[in-house]
């Protein structure tokens, strides 16, 4: 049996919190894509290449894992890359509680692809990529919630967005 | 004893969860209104007139459902229309919690009016209006989630929308 | 239309936030049966026949209400009765999921009887008839959570429980 | 990669939901074993080896499943047949909670194994041995929740546990 | 020991459930700093200056009550007025989660500052300001929810706001 | 302003999450009594003596804090002890709503004393007393879940408990 799964999300930009997941999911399916979510509409801090870079960087020690991109609806993708699995980490009863509406509305659509879900760790159950962000334009210490990589292209991508005064 | 209720939402369109509400709601009281909320900062698909006509198409063999529009407080209107009952679906936790605040607010503006909540059926428990939009514009199935009525309207509706490329 | 809903639970002892659900249910709909669960496995502290007293009492001024008994499935009690309804309370969302298990079960069983949900209000949200009975044990003042009529009786039977010292 | 998954649970008896639960993880995993939890405090309704022949009845269509025992800590159990994974369905936030807790127990005591979760289907989502086991005790029907083999089983055993009168 | 409070929050207006918090945070420790953020983002109904002298109007005659300002990093802010405690009240399970979530980024930013959590009184645990803008808009009748001073204040803001008809 | 708090509990064995508990909340009230409730019907591992001598010898080095017990209503307690606040320690959202009941229950009981509530720390947010045992009876590591006395408490505490065999 060779199992593809999936793991879906913005990564604007990646954080601990994703890092753990994909490398704990890369260990029990074998091969994992982390497939960034193209939303012309979210107005993202990162370009999809910015965030494609990013994860390449921090996941090149793992190789059953690939990046890939993605628009329009998940399982339909997911049934182009045969993948069998969806992967959605959770942190709190709210997440949960939208990702089962997610993964019912999925179930609907494509049947035979399956949601698993893995719990975040302790250590990084508060951190989200909008949070991240917010502290950091806050001038809050981001280090330990980010790799060096991507605090490195916050700290860069920041000081361009803000005027010079 | 004759209680009326209203069973107020967006409808926007209405879907296979509504229809069941309304089916149900309807064997337990004399009248049932369904009210449609016109909100003009929201920006609906579908016109209020639009709404009306589906709603009416749908809800044809129950007799004694009757379809309204209302605007400012809910509870007010129910006051004029002479109701005692407000309903609302729920579906998970998170829209419990914001349904009991509201209905905190609608017993401190009128304390005769009761809200009652009724169990979202388990089938449609993962459909909202939001997310059958959604998936149609991503260019998902959504037969099983709306009555063929309101699929055929949303296909010319989104076609029209859409800029031909 | 005439619909006869049942008000289930063990009312051992009945508390200010029961009387308050049957008091607002009474006026939806046309006939209120409030359903006493004789359930010999748990140990009561009021017989059955003092709890139908003590909630007679209460309920004396209400026309439309009944008091019964029933043991066994709740939904076979309704259905021989005639109603259509069951009336549940909520206070917190752990309540609320219980409750929508037991609704899909009772549902899967009897599919014509609905359950609706009627929100405690706020004042008696922390009521509980397990509650009473533990505070008033340990000295409290529980005036203000049971009728008088339901305190003195609460009096009467646990001075009888305690041996004198 | 071969990975094996474990499916634990005190199945007594197996339902419907178990058995949706052990098809849908088979098709993720290399090789699943459920594992039945001796519990001697429980006072059970099946024994441990009417319990495996329920199981291994339901699931002999299903290749790369195998029935176990457990007793003793989960992920001893999990690290002794070299299992990564542990499964856990969930169905309600109350569950989830329980679960979160004893999965960081478990990733406390076994960092290398991963608990993952799949989201119960709708259709089954109301269903507990539990539940079961009082439906069927008051008389209800119990057909569409469990398999018709433990239907049987549930109902020889009943049977024998009420006295003849 | 002498240990500083920060009560901070957008108070876009002041409302009942605010003060009943501030009243009694204030007979926990030394001094009580309600703390108005300042957010450009949020287009506030008023401004900074009058959401201060609203409050101070309503915290007249509490001796170690005092009203500031903050903009940035909230812990960055108590730990520059050397405040040791953070008040939130909580009312409702989604504000939690959302409240752990803030608290756990908090503690990692400071960790000697601590989160101390306030239940809202029953009666006041619908009330946001939201919400009481949203009915006086409407129409409702908002006496009770917030102090006389501030529905005296909304009305004339909100006049203002209304083009004359 | 002195201000007295107490953090209540069984403490059957304490934890370090209590530990963490009992050390953040002396950073923050003048005096905190850890009170251990003396419940006859719970049947507890460890006496009230052996958990006080336990919790007296982790607390040796914070100078504000008084092992007591107490039984009855834990308000009436308060009370006497002229404390002003309880100290609740939340978890999960299960764990939150029963505080909240309680703490609504209290607040009518003795509306001068008020209950705040401390997030656990991350790392402590799945340990509970009852787990602890459990996992140390099935013969798991429960090292980093107490302090090193109270391990050695319950090896010889448990290792009496269970026949040689």
């Known amino acids: 049996m060779s199992v593809t799964a999936i793991y879906p999300g913005s990564f604007d930009p990646p954080?601990?919190?994703?890092?753990?997941?994909?490398?704990?999911?890369?260990?029990?399916?074998?091969?994992?894509?982390?497939?960034?979510?193209?939303?012309?509409?979210?107005?993202?801090?990162f370009s999809m290449d910015e965030r494609r870079?990013?994860?390449?960087?921090?996941?090149?020690?793992?190789?059953?894992?690939?990046?890939?991109?993605?628009?329009g609806l998940l399982v339909e993708y997911a049934a182009r890359r045969g993948a069998r699995v969806l992967i959605r980490g959770i942190r709190a009863v709210s997440d949960y509680e939208y990702e089962l509406q997610m993964t019912s509305m999925n179930r609907h659509l494509q049947p035979d692809i399956e949601t698993v879900f893995l719990m975040a760790s302790e250590q990084y159950s508060f951190i989200s990529s909008r949070l991240v962000?917010?502290?950091?334009?806050?001038?809050?210490?981001?280090?330990?919630?980010?790799?060096?990589?991507?605090e490195a292209e916050l700290k860069s991508k920041i000081t361009q967005e803000l005027p010079k005064s």
């Open 15 to 45: 954080t601990h919190g994703h890092l753990d997941l994909i490398r704990r999911s890369s260990r029990l399916f074998d091969k994992l894509v982390v497939a960034i979510l193209r939303n012309d509409a979210k107005q993202p801090l």
């Open 53 to 71: 870079v990013m994860l390449e960087e921090c996941t090149r020690d793992i190789a059953n894992v690939e990046i890939g991109y993605f628009q």
């Open 133 to 150: 962000k917010d502290v950091f334009r806050l001038g809050g210490d981001i280090s330990g919630l980010v790799p060096p990589t991507v």
